[in-house]
């Protein structure tokens, strides 16, 4: 009995499709990979197994958003969008700057003053080398030593410090 022609290229097609799509596999490692372009021993030897009825979803990278927009794509206000594209333009109006740079100036003398609280703490506990020995340090001379060469390195690291905030209030208008 002959087969008839429509239900014999529903076949051929049907055949056709099974070839045309290969195996995904998916393989082990960082990153994992999925993959349809392995052989089927070249997977085997890769550790990939493979993937069957799960539909793929292939899905591209964002693309990166041009200069002066936000994250969701709106453009940025005035000032912020000339700042930030860098050009010419960039500049920040001159009374936020002078606020800017108050606000920066209050912070680094907060930050000086108690630094040099800080260093006259510890020098008064230093005394010049001859601080007081606490009570576990009468028996045990190597823990007043230690103490003692931690406030020199604490004392130096505080002037250190001063001088470094100094340097950054110097530079303020």
Request: proline fraction near 8%; include cysteine.
């Amino acid at each position: 009995m002959p087969i008839p022609r429509t239900a014999l290229t529903t076949i051929l097609l049907a055949a056709t499709a099974a070839t045309a799509q290969a195996a995904v596999y998916r393989c082990p490692g960082p990153p994992v990979l999925y993959t349809d372009a392995l052989s089927a021993k070249e997977a085997q030897d890769k550790g990939c197994r493979t993937i069957e009825g799960t539909p793929i979803t292939v899905m591209s990278a964002p693309r990166p958003r041009p200069a002066g927009s936000a994250p969701n794509g709106a453009p940025l206000n005035g000032g912020e969008a000339r700042a930030s594209a860098g050009g010419a333009d960039a500049r920040i109006d001159p009374q936020q700057q002078r606020q800017r740079d108050n606000e920066r100036r209050r912070v680094l003398e907060t930050e000086l003053r108690e630094a040099e609280a800080r260093l006259a703490t510890a020098q008064a506990e230093y005394a010049g080398g001859s601080g007081e020995k606490r009570g576990d340090e009468s028996r045990n001379y190597q823990k007043y030593l230690d103490r003692m060469a931690e406030l020199k390195a604490s004392i130096n690291r505080q002037e250190t410090d001063i001088q470094a905030l100094k340097r950054e209030i110097s530079k303020l208008p």
